[in-house]
């Protein structure tokens, strides 16, 4: 039970709201049992409208997501990059993909590429979670680098990580 409120009651005692599911019969018997004491049982239906109709968008393809964690495995060792951005996901592996054949130096990845002589599986990039709020996804980010075995992301990334989660780290499903 929930106790969302306790407004005065007219005589002076504060009442407590509890809300219950519906339940035909054995609702009614609570409100009942209940009335004299200085709990209200408030009953609400578990079906709503909500439930009743299927979603009516369809989920946007993944190049066209935004807001997330990603991974991108290397074709030719077992190193993995793992990403944030804000942008559409598509967007952001077509910028990845240009930093490898410009021979740039912005990203671990590139880095990775260039320095190894590796390519990835930009084909096969996978989103992790999704999460608009900046803050949340750079730390989602560090999570998944520091539980990632084989992670190729510069040791900076996760730099602003506390140590005390490191123990924490591997118990956390994201």
Known sequence: MVTPSSPPDSDGADKKYNKLIYIPGLSQRLIKVMRNSSSI???YY?????????QLKDRDPDYRQSGLVYRVNCKDCTGTYIGQTRQYFGTRIKQHQSDCMKQSNTTALAQHAMSEGHQFDFDDAKILTGENNWFKRNFKEM????????SINARSDIGSLNIVYSNLIKEIKL
Request: hydrophobic content about 40%; glycine content about 0%; aromatic content about 10%.
């Open 41 to 43: 049982i408030v009953s």
């Open 46 to 54: 578990n079906k709503t409208v909500r439930k009743l109709f299927s």
């Open 143 to 150: 999570l998944f680098i520091k539980r990632h075995p084989n």
